[in-house]
């Protein structure tokens, strides 16, 4: 298994044609998808620029459905199970196959050269329609703790997972702070703490 070289800082998702034996697979939508296909996941360390983790899934025709038939994991210098069992979801690369090529190739994009988001499954699957969570307190409190965990550039570093513009995260981050997810600080400053549920002001 050799990692993809020519990646972003940071987390990054794309899609290939795997080897094998050609297969042909026609979602709702009536596009058509040639599998199998590989769909990966890689972390670029941001100050050194080695890969910190990277996982690659084979999706194969099963039964007349695309389906996850193997999958590889690594992490440098060791995978973190906590880490793992938070982010990383296992149908993720079935919706992109599912779900987001169709709807890229149906907009005329190419699906092999296309950045998929890295995070925020199985919404952000739905190129077509916003995601209908993104106000909700349980995904402010996510974000917040991503906000807090990455520190300055958290902005282009989060807007890159979830697919979305730097703005809007920045706009997800005052929202934090109006309901009282996130505490409050001088304007123009960073930072701040994430406040538990039962001290929040309703």
């Keep these: 298994m050799k990692i993809p070289a020519n990646r972003p800082d940071g987390l990054s998702s794309r899609v290939r044609l ?9 979602a709702r939508n009536g596009q058509t998808i040639e599998l199998p296909l590989i769909v990966d996941l890689v972390e670029i360390h941001p100050d050194s620029g080695e890969c910190t983790f990277f996982t ?10 695309p389906q996850l038939v193997d999958t590889h994991l690594i ?21 992109i196959v599912r779900r987001t090529i169709p709807s890229l190739l149906k907009r005329g994009i190419d699906p092999y ?3 998929y988001a890295t995070d925020g499954y199985p919404d952000a699957a739905n190129i077509d ?5 993104t106000l909700s ?8 703790q991503q906000y807090l965990s990455i520190g300055r550039g958290y902005a282009r570093e989060i807007a890159k997972q979830r697919g ?10 005052q929202k ?3 309901k009282g997810i996130l505490s409050p600080v001088k304007p123009g400053q960073y930072g701040g703490e994430l406040i538990p549920e039962l001290d929040r002001v309703k």
């Design 129 to 133: 329609q916003k995601p209908n969570n």
């Design 56 to 65: 690659e899934v084979r999706i194969e025709l099963v039964s007349g459905q």
């Design 137 to 144: 307190v349980g995904f402010l409190e996510e974000v917040t």
């Design 75 to 95: 992490g440098m210098p060791c995978l973190d199970p906590v880490r793992l069992q938070r982010f990383f979801r296992w149908a993720t690369p079935l919706d």
């Design 164 to 173: 979305v513009s730097e703005r809007t995260v920045v706009s997800w981050i």
């Design 18 to 26: 795997a080897e094998g034996s050609r297969n042909k697979w026609v």
């Design 113 to 115: 050269s296309h950045e």
């Design 176 to 178: 934090a702070r109006k």
